[in-house]
């Protein structure tokens, strides 16, 4: 579990980014991280993972305290950044160097994600491409089997097939102690994959709601019309009609967009506390 308690985080002590953040992060759940560009996203996870810390309230990962950046809490969490960086060495002398410092890392699997995502295990790391340097670090990343997984923008360079095949890859490794956080732009390459979703905007935290929640609350469709009294989170013109997010008044099912949800709840955020906060 990761707990944020009364967190404020400022990159200058005159201006907080985040300030009283509170946010509960269950296990067994893979969150979706939203966010316009300079929202705080890559921030709000280099302090999960002891980069950055909180300049006041509290910020535990399974109890532990990332701040410290004890062997045995950084053993429990792998963090890919949005930019990866690889030295001149072959997959294996990385391997080697690396693989140690998580006591969970499984060999089998490692070559097996790397085979599924089709990098070539021939070579120096730093002659790969940035699309294929960025599925070695997944794949690595993954094999180090750790509690929490925070990824910034993992599918950012993949090519389609590999989008695809990162989604299953992720769909396979969750387990019920496992927490993954994937902050992203790219919201299509979530869908279906995510079970809670997380949004920010200029530190502060607009939505945070599993699936279900979301689709209980919010109905998702084009009309051609929109009803008369209905509370509108968002509408967008169609070719064939208005695509709307509204209040989900009855108990319609409904396909989720993220994209339309993420402009819904940025564009109107009063709203959206309103509709979540009417548990
Ligand atoms: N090292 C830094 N020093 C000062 N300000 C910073 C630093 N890094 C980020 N910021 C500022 O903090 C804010 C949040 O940045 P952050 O990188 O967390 O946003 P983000 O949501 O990840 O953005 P993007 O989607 O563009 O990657 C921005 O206003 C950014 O300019």
């Avoid at 944020?4 to 005159?14: H, R």
Wanted: glycine share 6%; charged share 20%.
């Amino acid at each position: 579990m990761i707990q944020l308690n009364n967190l404020s985080f400022g990159y200058s002590s005159k201006k907080l980014l985040y300030k009283d953040l509170n946010l509960n992060i269950q296990d067994g759940s893979i969150y979706g991280l939203l966010g316009k560009n300079g929202a705080g996203k890559s921030t709000l996870l280099k302090n999960m993972v002891g980069t950055l810390f909180p300049v006041e309230g509290s910020l535990l990962v399974n109890g532990m305290v990332p701040k410290s950046r004890k062997p045995s809490f950084l053993q429990t969490i792998y963090y890919i950044a949005e930019d990866v960086y690889v030295p001149a060495l072959t997959i294996k002398q990385y391997q080697n160097l690396f693989a140690p410092f998580y006591p969970m890392f499984d060999g089998n699997s490692f070559y097996k994600y790397l085979n599924e995502l089709e990098v070539s295990i021939d070579g120096k790391l730093n002659k790969l491409s940035f699309g294929q340097q960025k599925k070695f670090v997944i794949a690595f990343a993954l094999a180090c089997n750790t509690r929490v997984l925070l990824m910034d923008e993992p599918t950012n360079g993949l090519d389609i097939p590999s989008k695809a095949q990162f989604r299953k890859l992720i769909a396979s490794v969750m387990n019920d102690d496992r927490i993954i956080i994937i902050s992203t732009h790219q919201i299509r390459d979530l869908e279906n994959m995510i079970d809670n979703i997380i949004i920010v905007d200029d530190g502060t935290l607009l939505l945070h709601a599993s699936v279900a929640d979301i689709a209980e609350k919010l109905c998702f469709k084009t009309v051609s019309e929109i009803p008369p009294g209905a509370r509108v989170l968002y509408s967008e013109k169609m070719l064939r009609g208005t695509a709307v997010v509204m209040e989900n008044a009855g108990e319609e099912d409904s396909a989720l967009n993220l994209e339309q949800l993420f402009n819904g709840v940025t564009e109107n955020p009063a709203m959206a506390k309103q509709i979540f906060s009417t548990n």
